[in-house]
């Protein structure tokens, strides 16, 4: 069975930084892709960020220049270090992996973490 565990989040002040861990097992970690999706209430989960083994990554384009995902090989675990966050960047981020390497469209993820809240305030 496959698990995401996550931590971080939590709440900050625009402008301010937060960041995101999600540990897996081995198999998960080299099996597949992984990232972050996030959701607001009464809108659809939207990507955020993806990484793959090899440190390949892809943003949506409201978060490039402001987040950055990274892992850590020896610890299975990927980052999402999330700076100069703003009111619009609330939501509920879900750690997720998948087979395809795709953000916009959360149908081709295959596995999501238990999520973690985020509350910029202004």
């Known amino acids: 069975q496959v698990q995401l565990v996550e931590s971080g989040g939590g709440s900050v002040q625009a402008g301010g930084s937060l960041r995101l861990s999600c540990v897996t097992s081995a198999y998960t970690y080299n099996t597949y892709y992984m990232g972050w999706f996030r959701q607001v209430p009464g809108k659809e989960r939207e990507g955020v960020a993806l990484i793959d083994s090899s440190g390949y990554t892809l943003y949506a384009d409201s978060v490039k220049g402001r987040f950055t995902i990274s892992q850590d090989n020896a610890k299975n675990t990927r980052y999402l270090q999330m700076n100069s966050l703003k009111p619009e960047d609330t939501a509920i981020y879900y750690c997720?992996?998948?087979?395809?390497?795709?953000?916009?469209?959360?149908?081709?993820?295959?596995?999501w973490g238990q999520g973690t809240q985020v509350t910029v305030s202004s």
């Open positions: 997720m992996a998948g087979r395809a390497f795709i953000l916009r469209d959360s149908r081709y993820v295959q596995y």
